[in-house]
């Protein structure tokens, strides 16, 4: 069993991609072979099943599936074909909608299983999370959320991101700017806003990343301004939203007594001490 294991992760994570942002990706010509699919027909007709998956679950295609072309060499001939880069969600719905038959699609469906599980927490589960662990969870969130939003916004012409970061502080926090948030917040310099907030305050970010992200998406041609316009008017329909439902602004909501930084610094520390103890 331990054997089927390492194989397996070794098997997805040698196809694995990094890009200039961090992020991992798998390329799905190299998946299509992995798993055993030697025509591209007859896996293109799998992602397209992966990809109304996606949307049936509410997620963004586009930011699963990215659309690319790339020049293959056959011969003294070159001729571009059609490609994807995949997150590892993506991965997970095509080995779901593959064909079983196939050994190295079983394989597949075990790995990336496993592997999309640790990153996700169903409701329930969440539900039992104390507060600084539910901030620990949506911070990441804001993280991962931030990655995709800013090279979105990097497609649309956004270089001044500064202020592209600010028009959707200000649209959610009535004007105020992230360092306008931080000295409300009686922050040191530099210290990051995000740290600083509960679980619910980085609730309302999350909503505001995601859906300026998918906005975006969906802006036809580069232009910094209207990328930033959007930031913000997608900030002042989140805090709208709030409004309606009689929630909290997220200037009032309360600030932790501690910082993320100073939480994950506790348990390291605490792990060292247990370690210590031990010996």
């Not at 496993?114 to 969130?141: C, F, H, I, S």
């Not at 009032?252 to 501690?258: A, D, G, S, V």
């Amino acid at each position: 069993m331990n054997k089927i294991k390492e194989y397996t992760e070794k098997t997805f994570e040698d196809i694995k991609h990094i890009d200039e942002y961090g992020n991992e990706y798998w390329e799905a010509r190299e998946l299509q072979l992995i798993l055993g699919y030697k025509e591209w027909r007859y896996f293109s007709a799998v992602i397209e099943k992966a990809q109304i998956a996606c949307s049936k679950s509410n997620n963004n295609i586009n930011s699963h599936f990215g659309v690319y072309t790339k020049i293959v060499v056959a011969g003294v001939t070159s001729k571009s074909i059609l490609d994807y880069r995949l997150s590892r969600y993506a991965c997970y719905l095509i080995v779901q909608n593959a064909n079983p038959k196939f050994k190295e699609v079983a394989l597949g469906q075990t790995y990336f299983a496993v592997q999309t599980r640790k990153m996700e927490l169903t409701e329930e589960e969440y539900g039992k999370l104390t507060e600084d662990e539910k901030r620990l969870y949506r911070r990441k969130q804001t993280k991962d959320g931030n990655k995709i939003l800013y090279k979105v916004a990097k497609e649309k012409g956004v270089k001044n991101f500064d202020k592209f970061t600010n028009a959707g502080y200000k649209g959610l926090y009535n004007g105020e700017t992230a360092n306008d948030i931080a000295k409300r917040k009686g922050l040191r310099y530099r210290e990051d806003i995000l740290d600083n907030m509960g679980s619910v305050e980085l609730g309302a970010n999350i909503f505001r990343i995601t859906q300026t992200e998918a906005l975006l998406e969906k802006q036809t041609e580069p232009s910094e301004q209207i990328a930033t316009n959007t930031h913000y008017r997608v900030g002042k329909a989140v805090r709208n939203t709030i409004e309606r439902l009689g929630g909290t602004m997220p200037e009032n909501l309360p600030t932790p007594n501690k910082s993320l930084k100073e939480i994950e610094r506790d348990k390291q520390d605490n792990v060292i001490k247990i370690g210590k103890d031990n010996k």
